[in-house]
Nanobody
Framework: QVQLVESGGGLVQPGGSLRLSCAASGLFSDYYAIGWFRQVPGKEREGVSC????????YYEDSVKGRFTISRDNAKNTVYLQMNSLKPEDTAIYYCAADFTLITAQPMCVSIPDYWGQGTQVTVSS
């Protein structure tokens, strides 16, 4: 059973940084994509950044390019999202997600992956 457990959310001031972690278990194939989505009340969930374990490529949503960095540690089955220069509009629940059919980064990030974590709240406010 695939399980994704997020951690690292919290309250941060504008301009600050946070690092989210997603510990994955039960992965049944080496070919998958994994990444981060976010959702605010009243809006659809959007793909923020994804990485492919198949080809190593990454995808970033336009509003986070240059500020967020996705990385992975395959030895720990953990994916990270380093978020710098945070803005109030980055406030959302951040979800880790994975898919074993959409195994490249952009297609997964613009679709609805099969596996989801429980989410972690990120609040950017002074």
């Amino acid at each position: 059973q695939v399980q994704l457990v997020e951690s690292g959310g919290g309250l941060v001031q504008p301009g600050g940084s946070l690092r989210l972690s997603c510990a994955a278990s039960g992965l049944f194939s080496d070919y998958y994509a994994i990444g981060w989505f976010r959702q605010v009340p009243g809006k659809e969930r959007e793909g923020v950044s994804c990485i492919s374990n198949y080809d190593g490529r990454t995808y970033y949503e336009d509003s986070v390019k240059g500020r967020f960095t996705i990385s992975r540690d395959n030895a720990k089955n953990t994916v990270y999202l380093q978020m710098n220069s945070l803005k109030p509009e980055d406030t959302a629940i951040y979800y880790c997600a994975a898919d074993f059919t959409l195994i490249t980064a952009q297609p997964m990030c613009v679709s609805i992956p099969d596996y989801w974590g429980q989410g972690t709240q990120v609040t950017v406010s002074s």
